[in-house]
C-alpha cells in the first residue's frame, strides 16, 4: 500500500496517542480529533473547541475557517496542534488501513441484510474465550464507522471482527478496501435499501462485493450452504476458499435470542469458533452469557406486559422472519400464559418505489396468523393497510411513534404479549416504558 508521507507522519503521531474520534462533543484527553465536513456542516468550525476540549492534535482540511491557518503548509503537525490534510476522511480511512497492515492480526468482515450486529457481537463473545479480540461497537459500520473500528484496535489485538453497512453498490468493495479483512461473513441477502441499491439484484451484487475482494486476495468465506442464496453466490465466484456451515451447528448452544431467525446468528459465530479452536464448552459459556441490547430481539417483562423488543432496525426480510417467529410462539412459550398477542409495526425506511408493495407484503403475511390486535405506526403502514383484507383483526393505525405515546399514556395496554418492530427512524423503543 502507498500512502503519502503525511499520512505516515499522522501515524507515527496516532501511534504515541491511540485515540481517535469525530465528536467535537466528546473528546477523549490527548486524542486526534478529525473534523468531517458533510452537505449541511464542516468539523473544521469545531477543531479549536476540540483542541480547548483536550484533544491532541485536530485534523483539519478547510484552514480557512480557522484563524491563522490560511498559509499553513499541509502535511505537517503545527505548534498550533493542527495538522492539515487534503481531505480528513480520506486521511482517517488510510490511517485506519496503514494501522490494519501493521497489526497483521486476522480480520473477519461481516455484512448481511439481517442480523449482521447480532452475528458480530456473538462472535466476538466466542472469540474473546480464546483470542484478545477488537470488535465494531454498536453499528459504527460506514465509511466512517470502519476506520474509527480499526484505529480502536490496539497493539496486544489478535483478532478483529469489522461489521460493514451499505445502502448502495461499490460501499461493501470500498469497506474491503480500507480493512482488508482475511476473512468474510454474510449473514444473508434480503430485500433491504432497495432504493439504494436499485432493486433485490443490486442488494445480492453489493453484498457479494465481500466474496468478490476474498476471491482477488486469496481470502476465506464463512458460507451457510442451507442458504441457497448464500451457495449460489459463492459457487458463482471461480477460486473462492469457502468454510462450509449450517444452521444445524447451532444445535446445543442455548442463548437469550428469540426466534429461529437468530438461530443461524448463533450458527455463524459457532463456525468462526470452530474454525479457530474455540472449544464447544467455552462456545455454550459464551453464546448463553451473551445478552443482547433492550432494542434488538430481546423479551421484556413488564409490570403489565411481556414485551418482545425488536425495534432496532427492519426491511422487509427481517419483518417477515420476526413475524414468522411471534405468530408460531405461545403465550406460554414466552411465560405470558393468558395473553394476547399483539403486534406494533413501525413503517420499513428506504424502500423507495417498492415501499408500498413490500408493507402490503407484510399485512399479507400478517392477515394469516393468530395475531389479534394490530398496531400500525407510520404513513407507509396506513397507507398500505387499505391494500390487504384484515377482517377479523383489531388493526389500529398511528401516523407516528409521538402519537401513539399519547395514545398509551391515557389508553394503557396490559395482559398482552407483544412484539414492537419497525426501522430505527421510527424510534419504536420509546414505546416500552409505557407498556
Known sequence: MEVGEHILKLYDIYAMLRSVTTD?????????????????????????????????????????????????????????????????LTALQELA????LRLGIPILAITGTNGKTTTKELTCAVMSARFRVSATRGNLNNHIGVPLTLLAMKP????????????????????CGIARPNYGLITNVGRAHLEGFGGEAGVRAAKGELYDYLVATGGQAFVRQDDSILAG????????????????????????????????????????GRRFGVTNVAMHDAISGYVPSTNRSRVVRTERNVVVAD????????????????????????????????VVLGDMLELGKWSRAEHAGVLKLLAGTDIGKVILVGH??????????????????YPNTAVLVEKLQDNPISGCLLMLKGSRGMTLEKLLEYL
Request: with cysteine; aromatic share 8%; net charge negative.
Open 97 to 100: 488501513t496503514v494501522h490494519r
Open 311 to 342: 425495534c432496532y432496525n427492519a426491511n422487509p426480510s427481517s419483518m417477515r422472519a420476526a413475524l414468522d417467529w411471534f405468530a408460531s410462539l405461545s403465550p406460554a412459550d414466552a411465560n405470558a400464559a393468558g395473553y394476547r398477542k399483539v
Open 380 to 397: 407507509e403502514f396506513c397507507d398500505a393497510v387499505t391494500d390487504v383484507d384484515l377482517s377479523g383483526k383489531e388493526v389500529v393505525t
Open 233 to 272: 453466490m459463492a459457487a458463482e465466484r471461480e477460486g473462492l476458499q469457502v468454510i462450509n456451515y449450517s444452521a444445524a451447528d447451532a444445535d446445543g448452544f442455548e442463548s437469550n435470542l428469540p426466534g429461529e431467525y437468530n438461530r443461524v446468528n448463533v450458527a455463524a459465530a459457532v463456525a468462526v
Open 156 to 175: 496486544d489485538t489478535e483478532f478483529g471482527i469489522v461489521e460493514m453497512g451499505a445502502s448502495s453498490r461499490g460501499e461493501i468493495a470500498a469497506l
Open 24 to 88: 467535537s462533543r466528546n473528546i477523549p484527553q490527548g486524542s486526534i480529533f478529525f473534523a468531517m465536513r458533510g452537505e449541511t456542516f464542516d468539523g473544521n468550525r469545531f477543531a479549536a473547541d476540540a483542541l480547548r476540549s483536550g484533544a491532541s492534535l485536530a485534523v483539519v482540511d478547510n484552514p480557512d475557517v480557522i484563524q491563522g491557518l490560511d498559509d499553513a503548509t499541509r502535511g505537517e503537525a503545527l505548534k498550533s496542534g493542527y495538522f492539515i490534510v487534503d481531505d480528513t
